[in-house]
T-cell receptor
Framework: GDSVTQMEGPVTLSEEAFLTINCTYT??????LFWYVQYPGEGLQLLLK?????DKGSNKGFEATYRKETTSFHLEKGSVQVSDSAVYFC???????????FGKGTLLTVNP | EAQVTQNPRYLITVTGKKLTVTCSQN?????MSWYRQDPGLGLRQIYY???????DKGDVPEGYKVSRKEKRNFPLILESPSPNQTSLYFC?????????????FGSGTRLTVV
């Protein structure tokens, strides 16, 4: 079945540091890929998405590129802020169009 | 405002006492789903619905029931809750099965069963 593997962290960075959170996937066909963010005490918010190979999703300074050859969708940001502290989930929708398959989440803490 | 609304946000109950967590969306979405979030396990799908009166099991359906009598509502029912159902629950909805737009999530319901 479909699966998502992401670095589990926790990841601790200083403000303005470069962020990478690795995400790889296993899926049949051509899945759609997503990054969701969960701020403390809140629900999940869609951060960005990509629906086909080589698409780049971007939002709020975050980017991720759908790499079919390496089955990856790594999340990057050039300069993190304290307000980016949250849990980040990589997810996909594959053969079962009714199910999001999630990675286990990565806790990011950004210190001033 | 387009949103998915869950109630209650927090609930503490005792083993065996039936409870319902409500979920409502105002976006006229066909697809709705319930997930539970547990430390170290991420989010796992409990049940989903493709439209009114059409539901199916997800990965962890044991101990849960759902119904979809109206398009906007998708309640989660625990008929005899047990402590292993203590978790954070999320309802989500989508217009197209999520492939192009992803799912919109509610704010969550933190359930504690003692």
């Amino acid at each position: 079945g479909d699966s998502v593997t992401q670095m589990e962290g926790p990841v601790t960075l200083s403000e303005e540091a470069f962020l990478t959170i690795n995400c790889t996937y296993t899926a049949t066909g051509y899945p759609s890929l997503f990054w969701y963010v969960q701020y403390p005490g809140e629900g999940l918010q869609l951060l960005l998405k990509a629906t086909k190979a080589d698409d780049k999703g971007s939002n709020k300074g975050f980017e991720a590129t759908y790499r079919k050859e390496t089955t990856s969708f790594h999340l990057e940001k050039g300069s993190v802020q304290v307000s980016d502290s949250a849990v980040y989930f990589c997810a996909l929708i594959g053969g079962d169009r009714y199910k999001l398959t999630f990675g286990k989440g990565t806790l990011l803490t950004v210190n001033p | 405002e387009a949103q998915v609304t869950q109630n209650p946000r927090y609930l503490i109950t005792v083993t065996g006492k039936k409870l319902t967590v409500t979920c409502s969306q105002n976006m006229n979405h066909e697809y709705m789903s319930w997930y539970r979030q547990d430390p170290g396990l991420g989010l796992r799908q409990i049940y989903y619905s493709m439209n009114v009166e059409v539901t199916d099991k997800g990965d962890v359906p044991e101990g849960y029931k759902v119904s979809r009598k109206e398009k906007r509502n998708f309640p989660l029912i625990l008929e005899s809750p047990s402590p292993n159902q203590t978790s954070l629950y999320f309802c989500a909805s989508s217009s197209t099965g999520g492939g192009n737009y992803g799912y919109t999530f509610g704010s969550g319901t933190r359930l504690t069963v003692v």
